[in-house]
T-cell receptor, first 111, second 111 residues
Framework: DSGVTQTPKHLITATGQRVTLRCSPR?????VYWYQQSLDQGLQFLIQ???????AKGNILERFSAQQFPDLHSELNLSSLELGDSALYFC??????????FGSGTRLTVV | QKEVEQDPGPLSVPEGAIVSLNCTYS??????FMWYRQYSRKGPELLMY????GNKEDGRFTAQVDKSSKYISLFIRDSQPSDSATYLC???????????FGTGTSLTVIP
């Protein structure tokens, strides 16, 4: 157990639907990062939050949004889902100094 | 030009071999470097975290950074079948900021 908790582990939904992925960072980590990993693709950075504030944005689609709550857990909302959104979605957290710790991911399948 | 370049392989070696994995980068501001191991669609696991140039050793793993050449390496000694995985490099200019990932090198260690 890495200490970063992601739920759900698996999600199957239809095109056009909306889903919410949840991440609880390691205790004490203020930064949360979201990444997308499609089949045979590398990790694509989506967005970073630090202590509730958005810090950096990557290749995140307008249909996607995220937030970090006062208890530091984060949610990634994906709407108007398309087949191409099927991927693994990883959350990672980090302390002020040190590397990322990843969660086990949410496997999203859009049918 | 991508921020981080990594040969995707695949790389196949016999058990006991020394493995060399490499990444190059273009941003001279990068000074924090990480190596991750990812087993088949699982969450990436942090192997090594280094700052600036030089070597760092942890068991069978050695991370090497050459900032003058913008080149980092991960060496695995006495490779084992359990080392078979995808290895990702990552780097950042500032701690607490977004890390840029390579696309990963797939390694198979043959018994």
């Amino acid at each position: 157990d890495s200490g970063v908790t992601q739920t759900p582990k698996h999600l199957i939904t239809a095109t056009g639907q909306r889903v919410t992925l949840r991440c609880s960072p390691r205790s004490g980590d203020l930064s949360v990062y979201w990444y997308q990993q499609s089949l045979d693709q590398g990790l694509q950075f989506l967005i970073q939050y630090y202590n509730g504030e958005e810090r950096a944005k990557g290749n995140i689609l307008e249909r996607f949004s995220a937030q970090q709550f006062p208890d530091l857990h984060s949610e990634l909302n994906l709407s108007s889902l398309e087949l191409g959104d099927s991927a693994l979605y990883f959350c990672a957290s980090s302390p002020p100094v040190g590397g990322y710790t990843f969660g086990s991911g949410t496997r999203l399948t859009v049918v | 030009q991508k921020e981080v370049e990594q040969d995707p392989g695949p790389l196949s070696v016999p058990e006991g071999a020394i493995v060399s994995l490499n990444c190059t980068y273009s941003n001279s501001a990068f000074q924090y470097f990480m190596w991750y191991r990812q087993y088949s669609r699982k969450g990436p696991e942090l192997l090594m975290y280094t700052y600036s140039s030089g070597n760092k050793e942890d068991g069978r793993f050695t991370a090497q950074v050459d900032k003058s050449s913008k080149y980092i390496s991960l060496f695995i000694r006495d490779s084992q079948p359990s080392d078979s995985a995808t290895y990702l490099c990552a780097m950042s200019a500032n701690t607490g900021n977004q890390f840029y990932f390579g696309t990963g090198t797939s390694l198979t260690v043959i018994p």
